[in-house]
C-alpha cells in the first residue's frame, strides 16, 4: 500500500464527499481510495470531529461513518477573485527569482499555499496571463550556499572574513565586516555591513564574493544605524561616504512629462517650469549612477549642479561622439 498521502485538505473535502454520498467509509475503505494507511484515515476523521466540528457518528451495522447533520458542511478555504489573482501573480513572480538563492524556499511556500486550496477552485490561467504580467529583473544567483551563510551571519552577529572582487578597480582583497543588513534593490541584493578596512559601513554584492568565513567574533550593530537613513541617500544601489550632495537637474518639457510621474528619490522636490520644463533637486551621497541616468535621456537634460557631475556628463558625452563616426 502507498505511504504518500495527498495535500491533507484535499484529503479532508475527498472524505466530506464521501460521508455527505453516504457511503459509510471506514477508516480501511476511504484508505484504500485515498491511498493512505488507516491510521492516516483515523488521524483525519478525528480531525473533522474534534477540530472542525464535524457531526461524526459511527453506524455498527453498515460498518462505516455518516453525518447526523445533513445540512453540515466542511469550512474549507474560499478564496475571493482578487485573493486568486493575487495567488497568480506570486507564481509569475515566483518565476523571475529561478537561480536565485531563495528560489527554492519561495516554491516550497507556494506550493503549501496551493495545496490548501479545494479541489474545485479553478482559475482560468490564459485569462489572467492576457491582463497580467511581469518582466522583473532578477538578481544574479550567485552562490545559494554563500548566501545563506550571509543571512545566517546578519541574523545572528557574526563577524566575517571576505575574499571580496572590487568591479571598478578589477581586483581581489580581503576584508574583515561586520554584517548589519541584506536588501534587495531593483532586484539585486546587497550586503550593508560595516568594513573594518575602511572603517565605514559599505555595500557589498553578494555575487562577488569569492570566499568567506567566520572569524568566531561577534559584534552588536550601533543603536544609532538605522539601514532606512543609509539607504535613503543612495541612488539606484550606489552610496557614497555618508555625506549627501545636492543634485539639480533641468528636464525639457518632453521628458518632464515622463519625469513627474514617479518618485526617483526621498529627497526629491520638482519645481514646474512655464514652458512646461522642470528643475529636479536631490540630496544624494554618490554620483555614479545619477550621471548613467541622466545620460539616458541625452540633451533632454541638463545637470545644473554640482559642477563635478555637470562636467562628468559632458565629458560622457564627448567620448561617447568619437565612438561614432560623423560619416555614419
Not at 459509510?24 to 492516516?40: D, F, I, W
Not at 519645481?271 to 536631490?282: H, N, Q, V
Amino acid at each position: 500500500m502507498k505511504t504518500a498521502s495527498r495535500p491533507p485538505l484535499r484529503r479532508l473535502k475527498a472524505l466530506d464527499e464521501m460521508l455527505r454520498a453516504g457511503t459509510y467509509p471506514n477508516a480501511r475503505s476511504a484508505g484504500r481510495k485515498l491511498e493512505v494507511h488507516p491510521r492516516t484515515v483515523h488521524r483525519d476523521l478525528e480531525f473533522l470531529r474534534d477540530s472542525l466540528g464535524a457531526p461524526l457518528a459511527f453506524s455498527h451495522r453498515r460498518n462505516g461513518y455518516y453525518y447526523t447533520q445533513a445540512d453540515y458542511a466542511l469550512p474549507v478555504l474560499r478564496l475571493t477573485e482578487g485573493e486568486l489573482v493575487a495567488l497568480f501573480l506570486a507564481e509569475r513572480l515566483l518565476q523571475t527569482y529561478r537561480g536565485t538563492p531563495y528560489a527554492a524556499s519561495l516554491a516550497s511556500i507556494f506550493r503549501k499555499l496551493t495545496a490548501a486550496l479545494p479541489d474545485e477552485v479553478t482559475i482560468d490561467l490564459g485569462h489572467l496571463e492576457d491582463a497580467y504580467s511581469f518582466r522583473h529583473h532578477a538578481a544574479h544567483p550567485g552562490d545559494a550556499r554563500l548566501f545563506q551563510q550571509l543571512a545566517q551571519a546578519v541574523r545572528e552577529r557574526r563577524q566575517l572574513q571576505l575574499v571580496y572582487w572590487t568591479a571598478y578597480r578589477d581586483e581581489t582583497c580581503t576584508r574583515v565586516v561586520d554584517p548589519y543588513h541584506l536588501a534587495s534593490i531593483a532586484g539585486d541584493w546587497f550586503l550593508v555591513a560595516y568594513c573594518h578596512l575602511r572603517e565605514e559601513v559599505r555595500m557589498f554584492v553578494p555575487a562577488r564574493i569569492r570566499s568567506l568565513r567566520e572569524t568566531g567574533g561577534r559584534f552588536e550593530r550601533p543603536v544609532d544605524f538605522h539601514v532606512g537613513d543609509y539607504l535613503d541617500s543612495s541612488f539606484g544601489s550606489m552610496r557614497g561616504d555618508g555625506r549627501p550632495q545636492r543634485v539639480r537637474l533641468r528636464f525639457s518639457a518632453a521628458a518632464a512629462r515622463y519625469v513627474r510621474l514617479r518618485e526617483w528619490h526621498p529627497t526629491q522636490r520638482i519645481k514646474e517650469r512655464p514652458d512646461g520644463s522642470l528643475e529636479l533637486t536631490l540630496e544624494v551621497s554618490h554620483l555614479l549612477e545619477v550621471r548613467r541616468w541622466v545620460m539616458g535621456y541625452g540633451a533632454e537634460c541638463e545637470v545644473m549642479e554640482p559642477r563635478e557631475l555637470r562636467e562628468e556628463v559632458a565629458d560622457g558625452f564627448r567620448r561617447a561622439s568619437r565612438v561614432y563616426p560623423d560619416d555614419l
